[in-house]
């Protein structure tokens, strides 16, 4: 009934929220991506979007749409392989940002494993930057981490922002340096933090560095300082840091799908797997861009930071 190309261009458009990227991503003209969506639309009898010269934003209808998408592409691809007769094989070495642990990432790797049984999936959950190092050097085959500032390769498959985030009794002294809660080197989202902070000239000292989010979550949840953060992915007992506070902008991050160079393990598997994570995006894109807690402070009668 729906057209997976138009299906796949669907998908591309709900989840970089423009016409232009989602043309970039697949390859083909935006007029080609305009004509694609105007046909599942008419196909399905609803607006999938609302947009305009300057916003792209999904309809209920569109919302919906995204599962059913998902699930027919997903339908498709097992149906061709079955009939096509071919089973992927071969190891794959798939590494993956430690900001998708909490998303529904797991469940996108549990219906690969069902599909390719006999692909080998190793699996590495490092900071961003270090997955950049390891896909560099060979060591892995794909990988699902947060672009650098300046990159422009990858295939994109959400953007989100970048906010402060701490403990809901956190009050931020502004006479005083900013406690920092961050990854150590090459984390990407403390070198965003910091180069921000001393581009608006705001004072720092590290609070806690930790190579795990976990331990970063519990240092914050402890009101030991704020940690910068994807405003989707906030883990629970944390909230954003009220404007007010008057804390820089961190601007926008996007994460993406790397693939290296062949090396070792099967580009077959792990074309296979990005299709699998670009065909799921849904379940991934829907934990970026929510707006997250936002503490009132003076309101819960916060103490100020020692």
Sequence with gaps: MYDPAQLRTFLAVAQTLSFTRAARRL?????????????LEEATGRQLFTRDT????????GEAMLGFAGTILRAHERASAFFAGTRLRG?????ASEDFV????????????????????ELTVELSGSLHQSLAAGRLDLVLAKRRAGDTHGELVGRDALTWIGAPHLRIDPERPLPLIVFPPPGIT???ALDVLERHGRSWRLACTSTSLSGLVAAARAGLGVMAHTRGLIPPGLVQVPTRAGLPDLGDVD????????RGGSPEAA????????????????????????????????????
């Design 27 to 39: 390859g083909v003209r935006q007029s080609t991506v305009s004509q694609h969506v105007r046909r």
């Design 54 to 61: 300057h916003r792209v934003d999904l309809t209920e209808d």
């Design 91 to 95: 190891r794959l070495r798939f590494g």
């Design 102 to 121: 909490l998303t529904r990432l797991p469940e996108i790797l549990e219906g690969f494993r069902k599909e390719h049984p006999e692909v080998e999936l």
């Design 190 to 192: 403390r070198a965003r």
């Design 255 to 262: 994460f993406v799908l790397l693939h290296g160079q062949g």
């Design 271 to 306: 074309d296979a797997l990005a299709a699998a994570i670009l065909a799921g995006g849904d379940r991934l894109h829907r934990g970026f861009g929510g707006p997250g807690e936002t503490a009132d402070r003076e309101d819960r009668g916060a103490t100020p930071l020692p």
